[in-house]
């Protein structure tokens, strides 16, 4: 998450003077790892003894340091409870109050939202406690959290909330699975040719939103529809698939049974991950 959010500093200029993260963020990393991270984006000189070191009463590493060393003069925290000693109490079920609608210039949520049953009025709250020039930026659970929270997202949810109809245009939508040396693959919005974006794997596979508030309009008047259903289906339009014709083939004329079987059988032995990120739509993503 630190790489992709560093990376997104210089490839989209983001502007960290007022910050603000969606539940109080701790650092999981280590020293080695965040002194390399720091050292691959020309902050060689940056204090990691200082960014990490204990705060508060107890062994959490909270993400404030990180941020100022980004560049933050200003960092606050947004809780339902005062567990973690968030700088601002507030449920993110219930509508963000005035006072800090427009108030900063980043927005950072590293897993909170998905924990947060009225994920539309949670959202609402976030792009409109961004600024207008201001980012939002988010990190979700996509594949293989089963438990971990009420909601895993696909990228159509943030394709189509973060949208111009509510004063946003996404920047970036990255999916990787979080492990060393793990690589990050960016997804394109659905379209005509890719009317539905979509995965499975074997791993835990996380989402990483970055958007851009254009202008200020009403937040969420109208409820997105996913692309494939109001911009095709609902209209009497259908995606054009071509079609190719194929030579029968010996898995063709395989019953459905033995098929089975055989997926049964090949599904028990290991695969290398990296494959099921094979698809069209998936392209490298570089970091800066």
Same mark, same amino acid.
């Given at each position: ?20 993260? @969606?539940?109080?963020? $701790?650092?999981?990393? *280590? %020293?080695?790892?965040? /002194?390399?991270?720091?050292?691959? =984006? ?96 988010? @990190?979700?659970?996509? $594949?293989?959290?089963? *438990? %971990?929270?009420?909601? /895993?997202?696909?990228?159509?949810? =943030? ?100 098929? $089975? ?28």
């Amino acid at each position: 998450m630190i790489l992709l959010l560093m990376s997104s500093k210089f490839k989209h200029a983001l502007n960290f003077e007022n910050t603000v993260m @969606i539940g109080r963020q $701790n650092m999981h990393i *280590g %020293h080695q790892q965040l /002194q390399d991270c720091l050292t691959k =984006f020309d902050y060689k000189d940056a204090d990691v003894t200082k960014i990490m070191s204990k705060q508060e009463t107890d062994t959490n590493i909270y993400a404030e340091g990180l941020f100022k060393t980004l560049g933050a003069s200003k960092v606050d925290a947004v809780d339902a409870s005062t567990y973690e000693n968030a700088s601002i109490i507030h449920d993110m079920n219930e509508p963000i109050p005035d006072r800090h609608k427009e108030g900063y210039d980043v927005v950072v949520d590293s897993g909170t939202l998905e924990h947060v049953f009225n994920f539309p009025q949670a959202i609402k709250n976030c792009m409109e406690i961004t600024a207008v020039g201001g980012h939002f930026i988010g @990190i979700y659970p996509c $594949n293989n959290f089963f *438990g %971990h929270g009420f909601y /895993q997202f696909s990228s159509e949810t =943030f394709y189509r909330v973060l949208s111009d109809d509510n004063g946003f245009e996404v920047k970036d939508v990255i999916i990787f699975v979080d492990e060393p040396n793990g690589a990050f693959y960016s997804i394109p919005d659905t379209s005509e040719e890719h009317h539905r974006i979509t995965f499975k794997n074997s791993k835990p596979v996380l989402l990483y939103v970055i958007a851009k508030r254009l202008e200020k309009k009403p937040i969420l008047v109208k409820n997105p529809q996913q692309m494939d259903y109001a911009a095709m289906k609902w209209k009497g339009n259908k995606p054009v698939k071509k079609t190719v014709k194929k030579r029968a083939t010996l898995k063709s004329k395989t019953p459905q049974y033995f098929k $089975n079987i055989i997926k049964a059988v090949l599904n028990k032995k290991t695969h290398d991950d990296r494959s099921y990120f094979n698809r069209s739509y998936f392209k490298s993503y570089t970091l800066k």
